[in-house]
Each structure stands twice: as C-alpha cells, then as structure tokens.
C-alpha cells in the first residue's frame, strides 16, 4: 500500500511549481499590487457588482428593487414587442449620428487653431473649457430658455426682430434631436478639446519645421503631419463619444421629456422611466442590459481598429 507522501507526485509537482510561480509574482510586484488592490476592490463593488445584479435582475419580476419569480426572457421580449422600443433605439442611433456630424469635429478643429496660435492661447483655453464648469442641470433649463417656443424665447426674440415667424423648436420633432445634440457639444466640447490640445503639443517640432522648409501651407501640415500623430486619440475618443451619447437621458429629461411623442425619446431614459415612473423595474433592467450588449458591439469594433491602427 502507497503511504500518503508517495501518491501522485506528478499531480503535487505542477501544483507546487504554480503556487511558487504566484508567490513569486506577489514578493515580485508587491508594491504595484498594493497599489491596485484597493483600485481592484472599488471596480469590483461599483462597476462590476452593479452590471452582474443588473443582469440577474433582468430576468426576475421585480417587487421594487427585490426580485420575486423569475420570468426568464420575459422582461426581454415585453421590452421589444413594446410599440415605442423601435423609435426609441432610433433615436439613440440618431443621437449619434448627429453627434457625430456636429459634436465630433469641433473640438478637433477648435485645438488645431487654438494649437496654431501664437498669442491668447491660454485665454482662449479657458473660454472653450468654460461651459464645462456651469453644473449640467442649469445648463439644459439655460438652454431650454434659449428654445423656447413662446414669444419670450431668445431665438424667438431674435426672428421677431428679422422679421421672421417664431420657430417651435424643441417642439418640432425634426429640430428635438438636433438641437439637443448642439446643447451636449456646447456643454462638453471643452474638455475633449483641450485633450487633443494635449495631444497636438506632443508632435515632435522637427516634423512642422520639416514640413515648413518644404512649403507646406498649414493646411498641408495639419493633415499630413498633426493628423497622422494624434490618430490613435482621435479613434479612441470617437468611440468613447459613440458610446458616451449612446447612454444620453439627463438632457431630453430635462429638456423635453422625451418629448414631442417620443420624439426625443433615448434607451436609457426609457430605462428611467420603466423604473421611476410605471415602476416596472425588471423590464428597466432588461433595456439597461441590451444597451451594454449594443455598447460591447461598440467597443470591439474599436478594439480591432486599434490594433489595425498600431
């Protein structure tokens, strides 16, 4: 008979080769470790920890937030067969793609200026970075102002002084979107923008001058030379924006509500108000879980073209 020490020494060795392996890469980067662990705990708990009880949740019916039968697909299906599902994923793809039209290549050609100046630059920073400190919320009722169908609106006022008839604008659903999107970028295009300012001051000198000896206009010297430099940053916050205006419900709540019949309408605001105002929280986590699927789809696309890029 086998004593105990002499059973499967073959199956100990690997086991002991990889424990010591582990303890070898702890005692290695014990300091980095330090350093990410509580950054590992916080993810877990606030990122992680939410999306995995979304997920489950999605599949309960939910009395309040605690979840009773589990209903399967159900939540799912109820949400896609709702009438209103299919204009409201619209929607959101047309938040984008507006964003995309409007809110995507200012910030980009605001720093090139601003990277091509020789005098006012800092001023000129803090203007594009000022909106971004004014709190969101009396941004959008700022803004809402400035819509304003009635008379004392402030684009009224100033089609009544030319002589034009006053527009219904956030009431008008072809107008909704479009001019929420012009809100988002006003609010937030400072930010981004002093990003690819950061980026633009990072292009090695030599490559301008190179390309000035060579008479290049600057026009010639922004496509050929900035451009191909700060590409990477150019994709990555491209996608963050995608996936940033995907998740959009703070402006149309509080500018339109959504409205005009549905009209301004996004998933996640959907999501908020399947939740908090017909309190049916499992079909609010369903739609919640289907935008993450959408925004995974996002991210792997952008993860291909990286590489491609490197």
Same mark, same amino acid.
């Given at each position: 008979?086998?004593? $105990?020490?002499?059973?499967?020494?073959?199956?100990?060795?690997? %086991?002991?080769?990889?424990?010591?392996?582990?303890?070898?890469?702890? %005692?290695?980067?014990?300091?980095? @470790?330090?350093?990410? +662990?509580?950054?590992?705990?916080?993810?877990?708990?606030?990122? @992680?920890?939410?999306?995995?009880?979304?997920?489950?949740?999605?599949?309960?019916?939910?009395?309040?937030?605690? $979840?009773?039968?589990?209903?399967?697909?159900?939540?799912?299906?109820?949400?896609?067969?709702?009438?209103?599902?299919?204009?409201?994923?619209?929607?959101?793809?047309?938040?984008?793609? @507006?964003?995309?039209?409007?809110?995507?290549?200012?910030?980009?050609?605001?720093?090139?200026?601003?990277?091509?100046?020789?005098?006012?630059?800092?001023?000129?920073?803090?203007?594009?970075?000022?909106?971004?400190?004014?709190?969101?919320?009396?941004?959008?009722?700022?803004?809402?102002?400035?819509? &304003?169908? =009635?008379?004392? /609106?402030?684009?009224?006022?100033?089609?009544?002084?030319?002589?034009?008839?006053?527009?219904?604008?956030?009431?008008?659903?072809?107008?909704?979107? $479009?001019?929420?999107?012009?809100?988002?970028?006003?609010?937030?295009?400072?930010?981004?923008?002093?990003?690819?300012?950061?980026?633009?001051?990072?292009?090695?000198?030599?490559?301008?001058?190179?390309?000035?000896?060579?008479?290049?206009?600057?026009?010639?010297?922004?496509?050929?030379?900035?451009?191909?430099?700060?590409?990477?940053?150019?994709?990555?916050?491209? +996608?963050?924006?995608?996936?940033?205006?995907?998740?959009?419900?703070?402006? $149309?709540?509080?500018?339109?509500?959504? =409205?005009?019949?549905?009209?301004?309408?996004?998933?996640?605001?959907? &999501?908020?108000?399947?939740?908090?105002?017909?309190?049916? +929280?499992?079909?609010?986590?369903?739609? /919640?879980?289907?935008?993450?699927?959408?925004?995974? /789809?996002?991210?792997?696309?952008?993860? %291909?073209?990286?590489?491609?890029?490197?």
């Amino acid at each position: 008979m086998l004593q $105990p020490s002499m059973r499967n020494p073959a199956r100990s060795a690997p %086991r002991r080769s990889i424990a010591w392996r582990l303890l070898g890469v702890l %005692r290695t980067d014990v300091t980095a @470790w330090l350093l990410a +662990v509580p950054t590992i705990i916080l993810f877990l708990v606030f990122i @992680w920890q939410p999306i995995g009880s979304e997920i489950y949740q999605s599949f309960f019916q939910m009395q309040g937030f605690a $979840p009773t039968n589990f209903v399967g697909l159900s939540n799912y299906v109820n949400v896609v067969q709702n009438t209103a599902f299919e204009q409201t994923l619209l929607n959101t793809v047309y938040y984008v793609l @507006w964003s995309l039209i409007i809110g995507w290549p200012i910030p980009l050609i605001t720093a090139l200026i601003i990277n091509e100046m020789r005098h006012f630059r800092a001023f000129f920073k803090f203007a594009v970075y000022f909106p971004a400190m004014i709190p969101s919320i009396a941004s959008y009722m700022l803004w809402e102002f400035v819509y &304003s169908a =009635g008379p004392n /609106g402030l684009l009224n006022i100033g089609l009544r002084y030319l002589g034009l008839a006053p527009s219904q604008w956030l009431q008008n659903a072809h107008l909704t979107i $479009p001019l929420i999107v012009i809100t988002m970028t006003w609010a937030g295009f400072g930010g981004t923008t002093l990003l690819y300012l950061a980026s633009l001051q990072g292009v090695n000198t030599e490559l301008y001058e190179a390309a000035a000896i060579d008479g290049a206009s600057i026009f010639r010297r922004v496509w050929n030379v900035a451009l191909p430099q700060i590409a990477s940053i150019v994709l990555l916050l491209l +996608v963050l924006q995608i996936i940033g205006v995907f998740q959009t419900y703070l402006q $149309p709540m509080v500018m339109t509500s959504g =409205g005009p019949n549905d009209a301004s309408m996004t998933l996640l605001l959907e &999501s908020y108000y399947y939740a908090f105002r017909y309190f049916d +929280v499992g079909q609010s986590m369903a739609i /919640g879980v289907i935008t993450l699927i959408l925004l995974l /789809g996002v991210s792997l696309v952008y993860f %291909r073209l990286q590489k491609k890029l490197d």
